[in-house]
C-alpha cells in the first residue's frame, strides 16, 4: 500500500534552516505531483508548496515563498522541502501528500506529519 | 482566496447517531472541486470524499458528502466508534487551496 513517511524535522533558531523529506512507497513516485501542508498548534491546515511529477512546476504559499524550496528525487523515490529563514510562524507539523491528479486536485494519501519547531 | 467556515466547531454525538457536519464557503467552489478529511490525533489525515460527492476508496457508505456552490455536508449516516476524530473540508478549485479549520467530532 502507499506510505509516506516525513523524516528531518526538529527544534531550530529564528534564522536558521532545516530540511525535510517525505520518503514514498508502494506507488510510482515519479507519476505524481506532491505538495507539502502544515498544520501550526491550534490552528488549521496551511498548503505549503507543490511540485510536479518533473520538478518542472513549482508554487508556493505566499507566506513562505522566497524561503522555502520543494524539490523532489524520482529515482529515490523521495520528496524535499528545504526551509531557510525560519520564523517563530513557521512552527508547525509539516505533512507530505500526494496529489491524485495534476492541479487542481485533492489528496488521497499522507504522511503521518513532522514536527518543525523555530524558537531561540 | 477562498475562506472555508465549517460548523459546528465541536458536535458531541453517540455511537449510532447521525453527523452532519457543514463547510461553507466564502465564494463559490468551482467544479465541485471540494473534499472531506479524517484526521485523528498522530495519525495521516485520511481522504474520505472528493469532488463533493464521490467517496474514496475504502470508505465505508455510511460516509456521504453533498452540495454545490458555497455550501457543502459530510453526513455520517450512522456513528461508529472509529468515527470519532476531527474533520476537514477542502477545496482544490482554486489556488491556493485551502481549509477549513475543522469540526471536532467527539463522543
Known amino acids: 500500500q502507499v506510505q509516506l513517511v516525513e523524516s528531518g524535522g526538529g527544534l531550530v533558531r529564528p534564522g536558521g534552516s532545516l530540511t525535510l523529506s517525505c520518503a514514498g512507497s508502494?506507488?510510482?513516485?515519479?507519476?505524481?505531483?506532491m505538495t507539502w501542508f502544515r498544520q501550526a498548534p491550534g490552528k488549521g491546515l496551511e498548503w505549503v508548496s507543490y511540485?510536479?511529477?518533473?520538478?518542472?512546476?513549482?508554487n508556493y504559499a505566499d507566506s513562505v515563498k522566497g524561503r522555502f524550496t520543494i524539490s523532489r528525487d524520482n529515482t529515490n523515490n523521495s520528496l524535499f522541502l528545504h526551509m531557510n529563514s525560519l520564523r517563530a510562524e513557521d512552527t508547525a507539523v509539516y505533512y507530505c501528500?500526494?496529489?491524485?491528479?495534476?492541479?487542481?486536485?485533492?489528496?488521497?494519501?499522507w504522511g503521518q506529519g513532522v514536527l518543525v519547531t523555530v524558537s531561540s | 482566496e477562498i475562506v472555508l467556515t465549517q460548523s459546528p466547531g465541536t458536535l458531541s454525538l453517540s455511537p449510532g447517531e447521525r453527523a452532519t457536519l457543514s463547510c461553507r464557503a466564502s465564494?463559490?467552489?468551482?467544479?465541485?472541486?471540494l473534499a472531506w478529511y479524517q484526521h485523528k490525533p498522530g495519525q495521516a489525515p485520511r481522504l474520505l470524499i472528493y469532488?463533493?460527492?464521490t467517496r474514496a476508496t475504502g470508505i465505508p457508505d455510511r460516509f456521504s458528502g453533498s452540495g454545490s456552490g458555497t455550501d457543502f455536508t459530510l453526513t455520517i449516516s450512522r456513528l461508529e466508534p472509529e468515527d470519532f476524530a476531527v474533520f476537514y473540508c477542502?477545496?482544490?478549485?482554486?489556488?491556493?487551496?485551502?481549509f477549513g479549520r475543522g469540526t471536532k467530532l467527539e463522543i
Open positions: 477542502q477545496q482544490y478549485g482554486s489556488s491556493p487551496y485551502t
Open positions: 465564494q463559490s467552489v468551482s467544479s465541485f472541486n
Open positions: 511540485i510536479s511529477s518533473s520538478s518542472y512546476y513549482t
Open positions: 501528500a500526494r496529489d491524485r491528479y495534476r492541479p487542481p486536485s485533492y489528496f488521497d494519501f
Open positions: 508502494g506507488l510510482t513516485f515519479s507519476d505524481y505531483y
Open positions: 469532488d463533493t460527492y
